[in-house]
């Protein structure tokens, strides 16, 4: 189903930001995913953002790869430039169009199957060069575009709708990032958005990739390997043309997530996950202290959230590669490509 306009209905006058914005200036087109997704709530805490932020709409470029947290682009900031690239194919586009253009706000939204499958190692070298951009990975711990199967985040344990248990150790995309260098990691729950909007906040405001780890639930597949659905049944069975499907509605999970504290929150098959906000003295500066921290939690069957760790002094990729002060795209012609006799000159360096 594509994406539809959402229609503009007159209301009272509504809050402007510094730049004389409305908050409705940032949304995008009416969501086709499934009601109460919660990827549909890390895209109003987006929209929430970057009006408090007062961003002008037209510098902010969106960039996706494919997946149901691939479509949410289109569902916020409709005034933005964007992309909607391949499968794991996000990171290195993302890479090419802020090497072109340093001066807008990149955010690159992800899922657990586009970055720690198939784009894992794309995800890895934009890590590493610290690409100036929001790196939203919005985990669900199952491939819900395909029907259900168990994704690389699915804990070791965790159970399918049917009893099956997931026997293969997950990526963990906070330890990863934290192991690679990254400048800022956090991890958040996109039921809590007033702890989301904040770190969104702080992410566009770093210099360098910002990853979020965002756990938004799936309302309608959990873990479903076996289904009549799944892909092997029906190749082995009778294959058609098209495979009609029934989603039902379900409700959006929300939680108020006490300041350093857990809570247990019940998901939409009925499991419950522990969350855990970050104590009042946990110092997000201190890298091995945050490791730590995250390997601790996790024993005790935590997810911790909040902003886990960051660096400002940390090298960008533009920083690391001397680029010019002014964006590429803004360059006349004449200095992007000096002429043959300036190539002669250089070639000259290397006799």
């Keep these: 189903m594509p994406s539809i306009k959402k229609p503009l209905i007159p209301l009272a006058a509504m809050p402007k930001n510094d730049i004389g914005l409305t908050i409705r200036d940032y949304e995008g087109s009416m969501s086709t995913l499934c009601a109460g997704c919660g990827h549909d709530s890390v895209t109003a805490a987006i929209v929430r953002a970057l009006f408090e932020l007062s961003i002008p709409p037209h510098k902010v470029v969106k960039m996706s790869g494919i997946g149901c947290s691939s479509k949410t682009t289109a569902y916020f900031d409709s005034a933005a430039h964007g992309f909607n690239s391949a499968h794991g194919r996000m990171a290195p586009i993302?890479?090419?169009?802020?090497?072109?253009?340093?001066?807008?706000?990149?955010?690159?939204?992800?899922?657990?199957?586009?970055?720690?499958?198939?784009?894992?190692?794309?995800?890895?070298h934009a890590i590493r060069r610290n690409v100036h951009m929001v790196y939203v990975i919005e985990n669900n711990g199952v491939y819900g575009l395909t029907k259900g199967q168990f994704s690389a985040s699915a804990d070791i344990g965790s159970a399918a709708k049917h009893g099956e248990a997931n026997t293969v150790a997950p990526v963990d995309p906070v330890m990863l990032a934290l192991s690679l260098g990254a400048s800022f990691v956090a991890r958040s729950f996109s039921g809590d958005k007033e702890q989301l909007v904040p770190i969104l906040k702080a992410a566009a405001q770093h210099r360098g990739l910002a990853l979020i780890d965002v756990i938004s639930p799936c309302v309608q597949f959990n873990n479903h390997y076996g289904s009549t659905k799944s892909y092997r049944y029906v190749r082995e069975h009778e294959l058609r043309e098209i495979e009609p499907d029934f989603i039902s509605t379900g409700r959006e999970i929300v939680a108020d997530l006490p300041h350093?504290?857990?809570?247990?929150?019940?998901?939409?098959?009925?499991?419950?996950?522990?969350?855990?906000?970050?104590?009042?003295?946990?110092?997000?500066?201190?890298?091995?202290?945050?490791?730590?921290?995250?390997?601790?939690?996790?024993?005790?069957?935590?997810?911790?959230?909040g902003l886990l760790f960051v660096d400002e002094s940390i090298p960008d990729v533009h920083e690391l590669n001397h680029t010019s002060e002014s964006p590429l795209v803004e360059l006349p012609f004449e200095e992007l490509c000096p002429g043959s006799a300036e190539l002669e000159d250089f070639q000259k360096s290397f006799v």
């Design 260 to 305: 350093d504290g857990a809570l247990m929150v019940a998901m939409h098959d009925g499991g419950l996950v522990r969350f855990r906000t970050l104590p009042a003295d946990y110092d997000p500066t201190d890298r091995e202290a945050a490791m730590h921290y995250v390997n601790q939690a996790h024993a005790r069957g935590e997810i911790p959230t």
């Design 94 to 124: 993302a890479t090419g169009a802020n090497a072109a253009n340093r001066d807008a706000l990149y955010i690159g939204i992800s899922g657990d199957g586009d970055s720690l499958s198939i784009g894992a190692g794309h995800m890895v």
